[in-house]
């Protein structure tokens, strides 16, 4: 857990900066900023897009009498591409829009329930007689 916290607060901010720095020097200082703004409120639209697309087929499953844990799953990776594409950088962007794709969300979905059902300790208990 120490490296991951290390790579998120160290290594990513100077990669982001380094990247920002090269691309202001191709494009130009203002140019950069302003695809920084426009990348954000497209991020924007699309995770409030998706969000509301998935609320619904929460609500759907619900009706139906089923636990929408797929919505769920999908919900809190949206939110968290949210919170990428609001973060200044174009790394972040990049992988903030590749969590917004539902075929990207779909694959990393089975990945993300097992961290999950680790992490809280869920199981089978099979009992026999």
């Keep these: 857990m120490l490296g991951v916290l290390v790579l998120l607060f160290l290594v990513v901010p100077f990669a982001e900066l380094f990247v920002l720095l090269q691309v202001g020097r191709v494009i130009g200082a203002l140019e950069t900023?302003?695809?920084?703004?426009?990348?954000?409120?497209?991020?924007?639209?699309l995770v409030k897009r998706e969000g509301i697309g998935v609320l619904r087929r929460?609500?759907?499953?619900?009706?139906?009498?089923?636990?929408?844990?797929r919505e769920l799953v999908d919900g809190v990776m949206i939110l968290f591409a949210g919170a990428l594409l609001l973060t200044p950088g174009f790394l972040t962007d990049i992988v903030g829009i590749l969590l917004l794709l539902p075929p990207v969300r779909a694959a990393l979905r089975s990945s993300v329930v097992r961290w999950l059902k680790l992490r809280a300790g869920v199981g089978v208990v099979r009992y026999r007689r």
């Design 58 to 69: 929460a609500e759907e499953r619900l009706r139906q009498g089923g636990v929408p844990g």
């Design 33 to 45: 900023i302003g695809l920084l703004v426009l990348v954000s409120i497209a991020g924007a639209w």
